[in-house]
């Protein structure tokens, strides 16, 4: 009988951390932020310590007799077991069981059978396996912190191996960071680029020292003449970190701003960070483009006032490089006019939302320092794929418009997408906007919710609020601005699906803004 709560356990634990697992791997296996999330959401199991709570007390008053206690115990945790979800076949962003998570899975497997060994040989008592269940998501993390050596071998090695590559190749490497808009340039400039010499860029959003040393190993070949690299900043040091992988000789900071403000807590903080590409890049004799937003912050002032000559400033202010003037925004996509080189162009691409207007500018300025002519430039702007899931408008058989900005959400991405709604509604047609709100955002968290709010009032018609309990600020400002607006919440983004299947019309025009990942959005049951 013991053997069989054992191996029953075992199938149990196995299910279990698999659905830890998905929450791990989408925190980046980071142990801190997984724990977090575990006390935040109270992530523990309820359903089978309840049950066995139940069987400790029958088992203790003796109203049963054990072998039966214990039939029953094997077969609570069989059904659940059998009726728990699996994420490496459903939820939004899945479960992918690449060589690190086999390797955590298999090591939090052993802990959790040595566990249920335990209890199972040396103990009878109900109470135990309680202990054992609660304790598989620490397995996780136990398991993390054991392979940590070894995990950093496999790193320095796909570390090696992608540097050596880009030795050997040596490409024109353009790094971008930014609070926000990094990956949006990055399509833009491997457009331009790639109309002139084989390019690379790192896919998606793509960022990380791992992820950037995969591409390079992958896919970098000895064709290639540009590597655009979007480099993220995950913390003080990261961005430093990924310039020793893939020497940039030319940078672009898109901005600095409250995205991820959660991580650094100051906007000095992401300022100093995100001008480590910069440092980087001076330091080898290269450039360095850069929104002029961004040199409102103290450092990157301090910065460019030191380098002069290797900050190339974009913007609309007389002190720019580049000078951005008249932008508009029509329902074929954007245009602006630059000055540059003390000559005027016409820039446009099939792109949406005003915010575009700087990336498409920064983008044209850095294909200009790499040589290419600013005539062939304007003509690769003009066939530019719209990027999925950033702003990208999508008309609908029946006659509706859906623009699809589920990938991410910045304050200043948001305010712009709300703006075109206008534009693209057609007539009779409703304005419409599902939100689950922005993250990361720290203490500015209702600040910046508020903001929106009280702007979505002048642009939204039917607001879908998609766990309204995270974003009370943007609907009460909405509401008080808007006071015949439609509110209608919602618990997920399928049921907010769901309505709009149901009710969109010709002429309506909706926003999906943010599409949370699994981790905010879905409510753990366990």
Not at 24 to 35: C, H, K
Not at 386 to 415: C, M, T, W
């Amino acid at each position: 009988m013991k053997m069989l709560v054992v191996l029953c356990y075992g199938y149990f634990a196995l299910r279990r951390l698999i659905t830890y697992l998905h929450i791990f791997q989408q925190e980046e296996y980071d142990s801190v932020r997984f724990l977090n999330w575990l006390v935040r959401c109270a992530a523990f199991d309820r359903r089978a310590t309840a049950l066995l709570v139940i069987l400790g007390l029958v088992s203790t008053a003796r109203l049963l007799p054990l072998p039966v206690v214990y039939s029953l115990v094997a077969l609570i945790l069989v059904v659940l077991a059998y009726f728990e979800d699996d994420p490496r076949y459903s939820g939004k962003k899945r479960l992918v069981m690449t060589q690190r998570a086999k390797r955590i899975l298999v090591g939090a497997s052993v802990i959790a059978a040595l566990s249920g060994l335990y209890v199972g040989v040396f103990s009878w008592a109900v109470w135990a396996w309680i202990v054992a269940v609660q304790i598989l998501p620490f397995s996780l993390v136990l398991s993390n912190v054991g392979l940590a050596p070894y995990e950093d071998s496999v790193q320095r090695r796909f570390w090696r191996e992608a540097q050596t590559k880009l030795e050997e190749i040596r490409p024109i490497t353009v790094g971008i960071t930014g609070s926000y808009g990094k990956t949006t340039v990055k399509h833009i400039l491997g457009h331009i680029l790639d109309t002139q010499a084989p390019t690379l860029i790192t896919p998606g959003s793509v960022n990380t020292t791992m992820g950037i040393a995969r591409i390079v190993r992958e896919q970098m070949r000895p064709h290639h003449r540009f590597f655009v690299c979007e480099m993220g900043a995950y913390g003080p040091g990261s961005i430093s970190r990924l310039t020793r992988l893939a020497r940039p000789n030319l940078a672009i900071i898109t901005a600095v701003g409250h995205a991820h403000y959660e991580r650094f807590k100051t906007l000095e903080t992401v300022a100093r960070t995100k001008f480590e590409l910069a440092d980087a890049v001076v330091h080898g004799g290269g450039k360095v483009i850069v929104a002029e937003g961004v040199l409102e912050q103290p450092a990157p002032r301090e910065f460019a006032s030191r380098h002069e000559g290797s900050t190339v400033a974009v913007g609309a202010g007389p002190a720019c490089a580049l000078r951005i003037h008249n932008v508009r925004q029509s329902q074929d996509g954007i245009g602006l006019d630059v000055t540059w080189g003390g000559k005027s162009y016409a820039l446009c691409a099939p792109l949406f939302g005003e915010h575009q207007a700087i990336n498409i500018a920064l983008a044209f300025a850095a294909a200009c320092e790499l040589g290419v002519e600013p005539g062939q430039a304007v003509i690769a702007l003009a066939s530019v794929p719209q990027i999925n899931h950033r702003l990208e408008v999508k008309r609908q058989p029946r006659g509706s418009i859906v623009v699809d900005d589920a990938y991410n959400s910045n304050p200043v991405g948001f305010a712009s997408a709300l703006r075109i709604l206008d534009l693209l509604r057609g007539n009779g047609g409703r304005r419409i906007l599902v939100t689950p709100g922005m993250v990361e955002l720290g203490s500015a968290h209702d600040e910046e919710h508020a903001k929106i709010g009280a702007l979505a009032a002048s642009h939204v018609d039917v607001l879908l609020p998609v766990l309204p309990d995270r974003i009370v600020s943007l609907i009460a400002a909405y509401v008080a601005g808007n006071p015949h607006g439609t509110v209608i919440p919602f618990a997920s983004f399928a049921e907010a699906q769901a309505w709009l299947t149901a009710s969109l019309g010709p002429g309506d025009v909706v926003l999906i803004e943010n599409d949370l990942p699994d981790l905010y959005e879905k409510k753990f049951r366990l």
